[in-house]
């Protein structure tokens, strides 16, 4: 295996390599519950059939969080698509039963066609996370489309804020997203952090030096507010849902030093969940808001190190909010949103970049200690660490399906608990 080659200062590259690595065809798909995570983490052992396992686990005791990171390892060992599911506390047994009876009844529906309204909502423009703490983020305006149900409500309705990626807004998946939640009855805001700062066309690697994790975060509580004012919307049930860089952020955003940085008000989401994130920052101050974590990814995504999110889970159970990890054999990045057979290889990766968030919400580099409060420290620390490996981007229909299903049950979960599943 070839070393891996530092990049230069420019931390993403241009052109993109056409070669695409072999498929994984996925294997048949078997529950296999347990109810520790210690025996996950010790003692599950790869089968022929094996496909994925679902796991309950008490977040509480550090047997159960050293399992948790030992994930991450097994899934590279064994291959397997993992799902794990991990609580402060509860009926662990009981629990279990019903998520895994939810996942095929509240899988999200084929997507009804609603009109999409073009909103603008106040939101603030701090270039790192510490500029918003200290006050220094000047006013911005956002930008999104509202998706509303068309069918009436006759109280509030549940509502989901989506992040896109480093590509934008795309229509087979932010918008997909949203007319599958309208097709629910709920409210959908599409936030669009890159169409509110940059112009059209803008390259791909100015776009992500200059509009930064902590823009996206400002406009996503901007989104919770705007909600919070619209008479259609509960927003005591509005969940959070990113995808790649806005997957980084909906991981940042559930962590209470960011929720009360961002709402000091008290304006919470409901839960939050992550497509395919590069796991690069890890908090100092762990706590959460409570929330319920999803984070999904495949085992063909090289931006995803797995032991890496093992740890940013165990994190953030141990700061209080339940985690689900869902983990699907042979898809790559996007795999919601592209078409079948359609790959192309992104020419640069993230996945070795290791930051932390200290408690003054100062990001640094752990390598080289550099900060990423400013536009300098922010490319050298990205240039330092980014790899020209490049990672595949490939559409999988058969995993879209799967993570239909998983998040429709996590949100339904989440944002309509009173519901019932028969059978």
């Known amino acids: ?87 402060p506390s509860g009926l662990a047994a009981l629990a279990l039963t019903a998520l895994l009876a939810a996942l095929p009844a509240r899988a999200l529906p084929p997507p009804v066609e609603v009109p999409a309204e073009t909103v603008r909502f106040a939101s603030t423009d701090p270039f790192a996370l510490r500029d918003a703490i200290r006050g220094r983020a000047a006013p911005a305006e956002a930008l999104g489309r509202l998706f509303l149900p068309t069918e009436a409500a006759t109280e509030p309705v549940p509502a989901v804020v989506l992040l896109h990626g480093a590509g934008g807004i795309l229509p087979s998946r932010e918008l997909t997203y949203a007319r599958q939640f309208a097709a629910l009855g709920w409210a959908t805001l599409v936030v669009d952090v890159f169409g509110a700062r940059v112009e059209p066309g803008t390259r791909f690697a100015d776009r992500l030096l200059n509009v930064t994790e902590a823009m996206f975060l400002a406009d996503a509580y901007a989104g ?69 974590f999803a984070m999904l990814y495949g085992t063909a995504d090289a931006i995803v190190d797995p032991v890496r999110c093992a740890e940013v889970l165990r994190d953030v159970a141990e700061g209080g909010s339940s985690v689900l990890l869902e983990v699907l054999v042979g898809a790559a990045h996007q795999w919601d949103a592209r078409a079948a057979g359609v790959a192309w290889r992104a020419p640069r990766g993230l996945a070795a970049c290791d930051f932390r968030v200290g408690r003054d919400g100062r990001v640094r580099d752990n390598r080289t200690l550099l900060p990423l409060d400013g536009f300098l420290g922010r490319t050298a620390a990205l240039a330092w660490c980014a790899d020209d490996d490049g990672y595949l981007i490939q559409g999988d229909p058969t995993a879209r399906a799967r993570s239909d299903a998983v998040l429709g049950a996590f949100l339904a979960d989440a944002l309509m608990p009173d519901t019932r599943v028969d059978g």
Request: aromatic share 8%; hydrophobic share 40%.
């Open 1 to 87: 295996m070839a070393p891996r080659r530092r990049a230069d200062l420019t931390p993403f590259g241009r052109s993109a390599r056409s070669a695409s690595r072999p498929r994984v065809v996925p294997r048949r798909t078997i529950v296999h519950p347990f109810r520790h995570l210690q025996r996950y983490g010790h003692g599950c052992k790869a089968g022929a059939s094996a496909a994925w396992r679902v796991t309950w686990c008490t977040c509480q005791s550090r047997t159960a969080a050293g399992a948790l990171r030992a994930v991450g390892r097994r899934i590279e060992e064994n291959g397997l698509r993992r799902s794990s599911l991990c609580r």
């Open 224 to 292: 919770l507010r705007f909600l919070d004012a619209h008479p259609s919307v509960d927003a005591t049930r509005v969940a959070l849902v990113g995808f790649s860089y806005g997957g980084m952020a909906a991981t940042y955003a559930v962590h209470e030093l960011v929720a009360r940085t961002f709402a000091p008000e008290g304006l919470r989401f409901r839960a939050h969940a992550a497509f395919y994130a590069p796991c690069i920052a890890r908090f100092e101050d762990m706590t959460t808001t409570g929330a319920p």
